[in-house]
C-alpha cells in the first residue's frame, strides 16, 4: 500500500526564490504542452503523443525563448508533463465510459494566480534525506524539515507543496504494508448528522464540533480587512494571506480531528457499516454550509482507508435503504419523518431515537449484505 506522509518545510529566502522559479518553469511546460495538444486538434492533426511532448521540452531549452527551462531540476519538468498526460487519460476515459464517477473537464492552462503550486521529484532525480535531517533537492538545496515521525521506508517519490497562505510542504510517498489490527467482537453501524455528527448503533454519539462555525467571527473580520485594501497593494496581499491561514487552521483542525475518531472507530469495531450519502446533492441544498463544515465525505474516506490498511471490513449501505422509517425491532416502515422529528413511536408501541435506530438499521443492513441475505429480512424478526 502506498501512503504519504506530509511534513512541513522552512525554505530560506533564497530557497523560496528557487522554489519560484521551479513552480514557475513546470507551469510552463505545463501549458506549452496542453497549447500543442490544442492547436493539433484544431488544425486536425493527430493526437501529439507523450514522446513527442518529451522530445518538444528538450528542443525549447535550446532555444533563446526557454533557455531559462535548464534553471531547474529536469525531473521536475518531466513530472510537470506527466500530470498533464494523466490529466488527458482521465478526461478521455471519463468521456467513454470507462471512468468511474463524476465527469471529468478537459484540461486548462495553470495560472501563477493559482493559490497551490507544487512540483514533483521523483528517484531519478536524485533527491535525498540527509544524516542531519534535511531534504536535499537538486537545483534548490537542503530544506529544514519539521519531522513529526519517522518514514517507514524510502520514499519513491516528494512533492514539494506551497498552500494559499504561504506554507510549505513535502509530501513523501512511501509503501508501507498492511498492518492487521487483533480482531473483536464488535461491529458497528454509524448513522451521520448535523446536529450530532455521528450517533453509533452501540448507543455512543459523537458530538459535531462544528469547526467553521466557531471560527465565523475570526474570518469574517479577516475577510472584512481583506475587502477594505486596495487591489494591487502590498497591504491587499498582506490581508489575503491572513484569510488564507484562518481558512486553513479551520481545515486542519477538521482534518485531524476526523482522523484521531476514525481511528478509534476502526480499532474498536471489527465491521464498519455507513450510509451512503450523497454529500454533493445535500450541498446544493440550505444547510450546505452546515454539510461542508461536517466533512462527512472526508471522514468516510478515512474509515474507509483505514479499513483496507488494519484489516477491518468496511461497507456503505443504499442511499435509498429507509434507516430512519424502518423500526429496527418489527421490521415496519413507517411514514417519513421531517427533520425536526428526532423520537417517534412504531405501532408496535416502541419509542425510537431517529438516529439511534437509524444507526441500528444500518448495522442490520450491512450485516444481511455480509452474509449474502438473498432477498431475507434485513431488520431482526419480529
Known amino acids: 500500500m502506498l501512503l504519504r506522509y506530509n511534513f512541513r518545510v522552512y525554505p530560506t529566502p533564497g530557497q523560496q526564490v528557487a522554489l519560484a522559479r521551479a513552480f514557475g518553469c513546470a507551469r510552463v511546460v505545463y501549458n506549452d504542452g496542453l497549447r500543442l495538444r490544442q492547436q493539433a486538434r484544431e488544425a486536425g492533426l493527430p493526437y501529439v503523443t507523450d514522446a513527442e511532448l518529451s522530445k518538444a521540452l528538450t528542443e525549447a531549452k535550446r532555444t533563446p525563448e526557454r533557455a531559462w527551462l ?27 465510459g470507462k471512468r468511474r464517477g463524476a465527469r471529468v473537464a478537459p484540461p486548462r492552462f495553470r495560472s501563477r494566480k493559482d493559490n497551490r503550486q507544487a512540483i514533483r521529484f521523483t528517484k531519478n532525480a536524485r533527491f535525498a534525506v540527509t544524516a542531519g535531517g534535511k531534504l536535499r533537492l537538486p537545483k534548490i538545496g537542503d530544506l529544514d524539515v519539521r519531522w513529526s515521525r519517522e518514514l517507514p521506508s524510502g520514499p519513491s517519490s516528494v512533492t ?3 498552500d494559499a497562505a504561504g506554507r510549505y510542504f513535502a509530501s513523501f510517498v512511501v509503501a508501507v504494508e498492511d498492518q492487521p ?26 458530538a459535531s464540533p462544528k469547526f467553521l462555525r466557531r471560527a465565523e467571527r475570526r474570518l469574517r473580520k479577516a475577510q472584512q480587512g481583506l475587502s477594505r485594501k486596495q487591489k494591487g497593494s502590498a497591504n491587499r496581499a498582506k490581508a489575503r494571506i491572513e484569510v488564507a491561514k484562518a481558512h486553513a487552521r479551520v481545515a486542519d483542525t477538521r482534518r485531524d480531528w476526523a482522523h484521531k475518531h476514525s481511528t478509534r472507530i476502526i480499532r474498536d469495531n471489527q465491521a464498519v457499516y455507513v450510509e451512503d450519502l450523497c454529500v454533493q446533492g445535500l450541498a446544493r441544498t440550505r444547510l450546505a454550509k452546515s454539510v461542508h463544515d461536517a466533512g462527512w465525505a472526508m471522514f468516510i474516506r478515512m474509515v474507509e482507508e483505514k479499513a483496507a490498511r488494519y484489516g477491518r471490513r468496511f461497507s456503505r449501505v443504499d442511499r435509498w435503504f429507509p434507516s430512519t422509517r424502518l423500526c429496527s425491532v418489527c421490521g415496519v416502515v413507517g411514514d417519513k419523518k421531517p427533520l425536526h422529528v ?10 425510537h431515537d431517529r438516529d439511534l435506530n437509524a444507526a441500528k438499521n444500518i448495522l ?11 432477498g431475507g429480512a434485513v431488520s431482526p424478526a419480529a
Open 160 to 162: 514539494v507543496i506551497r
Open 342 to 351: 428526532r423520537e417517534w413511536t412504531c405501532a408496535c408501541g416502541v419509542v
Open 181 to 206: 489490527l487483533p480482531s473483536v467482537d464488535s461491529e458497528v453501524g454509524i448513522d451521520l448528522g448535523l446536529s450530532t455528527f455521528a450517533v453509533l448503533s452501540d448507543g455512543k454519539t459523537v
Open 364 to 374: 442490520a443492513a450491512g450485516r444481511a449484505e455480509r452474509l449474502n441475505a438473498c
Open 70 to 96: 535548464g534553471e531547474v531540476s529536469s525531473v521536475a519538468l518531466q513530472q510537470a508533463l506527466a500530470d498533464l498526460n494523466i490529466a488527458y487519460r482521465n478526461f478521455f476515459g471519463s468521456a467513454t
